[in-house]
């Protein structure tokens, strides 16, 4: 008789869980430490982060190639190789980004691994977690509810133009609906009238800051630096003029912590912070990534979408932000995917085709000559599926050896830890070998300009950068506020190293341009628009939530 193929949650509802404080322990973590919520899931007290324990540890990255619209399986890689790695004697932790309701209801589905390879409880993880995105969309829309209500007030106006006003409301769901709404209407008592908007949650800066605090302190400080919109007399005004950071504060007391859960071979996974990488850093908080190297020799972390995008931000970013310095880079890379950049049609995904997989390995060995250019030696993963042929991964290994690199069949899905062994090893010798030496990309102190210009020609390949009207008038506001010092976090198309998600391979010969900016002045980066990016995403035409059941006993299916 075929043996039945499980889905990812039925795969996850037979995992034999245990006692989070049992999984703390691993962590040397006492019980009283724990702040519980429930039996599997607990809050990390930041009291726990030991700055010389991160110097003595290492960091390892999982990014991943230009990815096709399902994703090409970081976060599984990611589990899988901490799996591995536990396996062959290496105590490790993975720490991860929390899911957004919006993708789990929508198309992408939900983000806690796949196969053997997941943290659970998955549902839990998925769903509403330990309540972060929601303190999250809470501090944001205090924020918003006071902007309004200072623009009412008549005794305490700070004269706040509303024609300026910069920040928008957010919930934690894709509705296109919101994009562009009118606020205030119904007559004087309901407020003054003006266009608003709702950005998803993921998007908003409040999620950047909460990643990029580096405690409870810098978390207000960045707060307070919220940039809200201009007076009438042109004058910036800040959260801080406002008197909100404490206030948006309190509400992320226990946000700020980051979250232990397990994997499901009962291994630590720490998993706090949730931006898009297309439109934010796409990294998980640095607090998280500081706690796991605190309590584990060896740290497992993922940044969003293709190497162009997470892995760029990642790097220039938040490492340099944070002070961190990752020993190794894995790149995962699916048959698939390199298939569909040597020009398969969606419906071809997993039709063997050598000829469209050797056409497609320039965008792969593309990502590979970027992650050199930051002193760090990428390894492939090449993230297993069923419709792999071995002609097709004996051709992308082969073309991986010629230029230097490692490429490992990584079999996670299918089999957890034991399929990850040797993706583990040869990570472990990477890091052992001592020749990784992080280097930043771009000064942070040169031009806006120049910095945006250094991404382009080397981390996508183009010509040069033009600007719109718009983005040039954008920038004098930029050099005006004195954000010039502040890192670049390019919004961008993630299916093309270009700015036209047409574009697919290793594109040549085109130029981006830069219609707009915006800027996160609390969270402490510039974000060049490129093209139309969207941070109120819309469902799908057959979203999700569709295929999803819960029965009398509480028993979800349909979730992925």
């Known amino acids: 008789m075929k043996k039945k193929v499980l889905s990812d949650i039925e795969i996850a509802q037979e995992a034999k869980m245990q006692h989070i404080k049992h999984v703390a322990e691993k962590l040397s973590i006492d019980e009283d430490d724990l702040e519980l919520y429930g039996k599997y899931k607990a809050k ?31 976060t599984t890689t990611s589990i899988g190789l901490t799996e591995g790695m536990n396996k062959i004697g290496k105590q490790t932790t993975v720490v991860l980004r929390e899911p957004s309701l919006g993708p789990v209801f929508g198309i992408k ?30 501090a944001n829309n205090l924020l918003s509810a006071l902007i309004d209500n200072n623009i009412q007030s008549k005794t305490r106006n700070l004269g706040i133009d509303p024609r300026t006003i910069a920040w928008k409301r957010v919930m934690d769901m894709n509705d296109r609906a919101l994009r562009d709404i009118t606020i205030g209407l119904g007559g004087t008592a309901n407020g003054i009238p003006r266009q608003d908007g709702f950005n998803i949650t993921p998007a908003s800066e409040v999620m950047a800051i909460l990643c990029m605090a580096e405690n409870f302190e810098d978390l207000k400080t960045r707060i307070g630096r919220i940039y809200i919109g201009l007076t009438f007399d042109k004058k910036p005004i800040y959260a801080k003029d406002l008197k909100a950071e404490n206030a948006m504060a309190i509400l992320l007391k226990d946000a700020v912590k980051p979250n232990l859960v397990q994997t499901m071979e009962g291994n630590p996974a720490i998993i706090h912070g949730g931006p898009f990488a297309n439109i934010a850093q796409g990294t998980n908080t640095i607090l998280a990534t500081k706690m796991g190297l605190s309590t584990s020799e060896y740290v497992v972390t993922e940044a969003g979408f293709g190497a162009d995008l997470g892995a760029e931000k990642f790097l220039d970013i938040k490492c340099v932000s944070g002070g961190l310095k990752p020993e190794a880079v894995v790149v995962v890379a699916t048959i698939r995917a390199l298939r569909h950049h040597g020009g398969a049609l969606k419906q071809e995904y997993n039709t063997p085709s050598v000829e469209r997989v050797s056409a497609g390995f320039s965008n792969l060995e593309k990502h590979l000559e970027n ?78 300009k120049d910095k945006i210009e250094t991404i382009a020609r080397e981390i996508y390949g183009a010509e040069g950068v033009d600007y719109s009207k718009q983005a040039l008038t954008d920038l004098g506001k930029i050099d005006q506020l004195g954000l010039n010092h502040l890192p670049i976090c390019m919004a961008k198309t993630q299916k093309s190293f270009s700015d036209n998600d047409k574009l697919l391979g290793r594109p040549s010969h085109f130029r981006i341009t830069v219609r707009e900016f915006e800027f996160a002045a609390g969270a402490g980066f510039v974000i060049p628009i490129l093209g139309k990016m969207m941070r109120m995403p819309g469902l799908p035409a057959t979203p999700a939530s569709e295929g999803m059941f819960i029965d009398n006993d509480g028993k979800i299916s349909g979730l992925s």
């Open 44 to 74: 990390l007290p930041l009291n726990l982060i030991d700055e010389n324990k991160i110097k003595s540890n290492h960091l390892i990255l999982v990014t991943a190639m230009t990815p096709t619209p399902a994703g090409e399986g970081k």
């Open 109 to 138: 589905g939900g983000a806690a691994g796949g196969g053997y390879s997941q943290v659970v409880p998955m549902e839990d993880i998925n769903l509403h977690f330990t309540g972060d995105f929601s303190a999250i969309e809470k």
């Open 371 to 448: 992650v050199k250019k930051f002193n760090l030696t990428p390894i492939v993963a090449i993230n297993a599926f069923p419709t792999d042929t071995n002609e097709e991964v004996e051709l992308i290994q082969a073309k991986c050896k010629s230029i230097g690199v490692k490429a490992i069949v990584a079999k996670g899905w299918a089999d957890g830890g034991n399929g990850m062994t040797d993706l583990a090893e040869a990570v472990v010798s990477e890091v052992e070998s001592g020749k990784n030496n992080f280097t930043q990309l771009y000064d942070w102190n040169i031009s806006i």
